[in-house]
């Protein structure tokens, strides 16, 4: 058997397990907001900053009950103010949108006005 040659009896096996997950990817876009979907797809601002950079922030957290731990890092001018972020999330995908979304909206603000953020504005986002 070759690599593109997959028998009818082990096709007929595999079939299900095809189904369900093209089931579950359906599902799950549907249950999600197209602009979560979006950030998700298309996450903005990935990657992180030199940590020995006397202006960049950096943070760190975590969820134990559902395992996503996320880095955010700021990079701040002489007047407070944070002229890029970058992130990386490991987790589901609202997970990674979110962390997408909060570094678009928290870009041009002082570190003290991207302070005011809540975990509540993003989710009704």
């Given amino acids: 058997m070759t690599a593109y ?15 369900a997950t093209r089931d579950a990817r359906y599902m799950v876009a549907r249950s999600y907001h197209e602009k979560v979907i979006d ?12 940590k020995s950079d006397q202006n960049v922030g950096t943070g760190l957290v975590g969820a134990p009950a559902c395992g ?20 990386k999330t490991f987790g589901c995908g609202s997970a990674i949108a979110s962390s997408s979304l909060a ?23």
Avoid at 9 to 16: G, H, T, V
Avoid at 39 to 50: A, I, K, L, T, W
Avoid at 103 to 123: M, S
Wanted: net charge positive; no cysteine; hydrophobic share 35%.
């Fill in 39 to 50: 950030h998700y797809e298309n996450p903005r601002n990935v990657g992180s900053f030199d």
């Fill in 103 to 125: 570094t678009e909206w928290i870009k041009g603000k002082t570190v003290n006005e991207a302070n005011t953020i809540k975990n509540q504005d993003i989710a009704k986002e």
């Fill in 5 to 19: 040659n997959i028998s009818s009896n082990l096709y007929s096996k595999i079939r299900p397990i095809l189904r």
């Fill in 68 to 87: 996503d731990v996320m880095k955010l890092q700021i990079l701040v001018d002489e007047n407070g103010k944070i002229t890029d972020a970058k992130f």
